[in-house]
T-cell receptor, first 113, second 117 residues
Framework: KQEVTQIPAALSVPEGENLVLNCSFT??????LQWFRQDPGKGLTSLLL?????REQTSGRLNASLDKSSGRSTLYIAASQPGDSATYLC????????????FGQGTELSVKP | GAVVSQHPSRVICKSGTSVKIECRSL??????MFWYRQFPKQSLMLMAT?????????EQGVEKDKFLINHASLTLSTLTVTSAHPEDSSFYIC?????????????FGAGTRLSVL
């Protein structure tokens, strides 16, 4: 069974702090790993996508890494801001499954001013 | 970037009625669209894969007669919740993959909040 787990479920940090969100998955038959942001009652916004052949991707203050052998991905947020408060979801896309994503439970991040 | 429009954003209906949710890709053609369901404080669970011009593929445990999916064109997929009941109340989100695949990037709609009274 394909599973994706995110730890912690919730995280509260003061503004300016650097933080790491974790995503672990079973089965290394991964096509890509995607990180999304979800604001309350809203859809998903794509943040970063890491192909299976890549080890990391960066966009602004965000850096995502992928280690297939250990089944782990991390999302690093530098210099966090209150506007970063949201739920962060990782999704694993599997080979030959037509593009289906399997999501973790999400990490609810709160950045306090 | 690519835009996926989902309508309506919120619907409240009486038990026993049917509700249709639309998912449109506005600036690209989507041969494949996905429908997800999300309960409060939980993750997205895939319900079905919608393929243009063919029958949808449902995930295990999802009733195909309850959740009717139609993907009649390359830019539109619809999900109809038939004879809705309070337990169907949830947040429904669609996503679409551009026809050229774009290395697996998926674009999501803003979601539909369904409340069945």
């Amino acid at each position: 069974k394909q599973e994706v787990t995110q730890i912690p479920a919730a995280l509260s940090v003061p503004e300016g702090e650097n933080l790491v969100l974790n995503c672990s998955f079973t089965d290394s038959a991964i096509y890509n790993l995607q990180w999304f942001r979800q604001d309350p009652g809203k859809g998903l916004t794509s943040l970063l996508l890491i192909q299976s052949s890549q080890r990391e991707q960066t966009s602004g203050r965000l850096n995502a890494s992928l280690d297939k052998s250990s089944g782990r991905s991390t999302l690093y947020i530098a210099a966090s801001q209150p506007g970063d408060s949201a739920t962060y979801l990782c999704g694993k896309m599997i080979y030959n499954q037509g593009g289906k994503l399997i999501f973790g439970q999400g990490t609810e991040l709160s950045v306090k001013p | 970037g690519a835009v996926v429009s989902q309508h309506p954003s919120r619907v409240i209906c009486k038990s026993g009625t049917s509700v249709k949710i639309e998912c449109r890709s506005l600036d690209f053609q989507a041969t494949t669209m996905f429908w997800y369901r999300q309960f409060p404080k939980q993750s997205l669970m895939l319900m079905a894969t919608s393929n243009e011009g063919s029958k949808a593929t449902y995930e295990q445990g999802v009733e195909k007669d309850k959740f009717l999916i139609n993907h009649a064109s390359l830019t539109l997929s619809t999900l109809t919740v038939t004879s809705a009941h309070p337990e169907d109340s949830s947040f429904y989100i669609c996503s679409a993959i551009p026809g050229h695949r774009d290395a697996g990037i998926q674009y999501f709609g803003a979601g539909t909040r369904l409340s069945v009274l």
